[in-house]
């Protein structure tokens, strides 16, 4: 397992956080929601995946219960980013290992990361 997943429906962002996660080292694989999600992480076989629910907490929690049911991806670690009220509920109760609970700097996402792969001695690079 390597790199990380990075599922984030607003494009801009989606660009902003891969570039830097790219820069600090962190091999990324983009993927928005209207895309199959699970499917890239089956495929990829991530050490981290990030999960931006502020869109849509109901798919983003999900896809996270469906990443937690996959004998193949259960363990990996979930960083979720949740900026609005009533978004981190339902991301932390779907097994998400953290969530952001502002709108990251692409270095705080950074940091999110690395703590994730510490924690769960993941190599994501």
Same mark, same amino acid.
């Given at each position: 397992?390597?790199?990380?997943?990075?599922?984030?429906?607003?494009?801009?962002?989606?660009?902003?956080?891969?570039?830097?996660?790219?820069?600090?080292?962190?091999?990324?694989?983009?993927?928005?929601?209207?895309?199959?999600?699970?499917?890239?992480?089956?495929?990829?076989?991530?050490?981290?995946?990030?999960?931006?629910?502020?869109?849509?907490?109901?798919?983003?929690?999900?896809?996270?219960?469906?990443?937690?049911?996959?004998?193949?991806?259960?363990?990996?670690?979930?960083?979720?980013?949740?900026?609005?009220?009533?978004?981190?509920?339902?991301?932390?109760?779907?097994?998400?290992? $953290? $969530?952001?609970?502002?709108?990251?700097?692409?270095?705080?996402?950074?940091?999110?990361?690395?703590?994730?792969?510490?924690?769960?001695?993941?190599?994501?690079?």
């Amino acid at each position: 397992m390597t790199g990380v997943l990075l599922v984030q429906p607003n494009e801009s962002l989606r660009r902003l956080y891969a570039d830097q996660l790219s820069a600090d080292g962190f091999p990324t694989e983009e993927v928005s929601f209207k895309c199959d999600a699970m499917g890239a992480a089956r495929r990829q076989r991530p050490a981290v995946v990030v999960v931006d629910a502020t869109l849509d907490p109901g798919e983003a929690a999900a896809f996270i219960r469906a990443l937690r049911k996959d004998l193949d991806l259960a363990a990996v670690p979930v960083v979720g980013i949740a900026y609005l009220p009533g978004c981190v509920t339902p991301v932390l109760d779907a097994g998400a290992t $953290c $969530c952001l609970r502002h709108l990251p700097s692409p270095d705080a996402l950074v940091k999110a990361v690395r703590w994730a792969t510490s924690v769960y001695h993941c190599d994501a690079a």
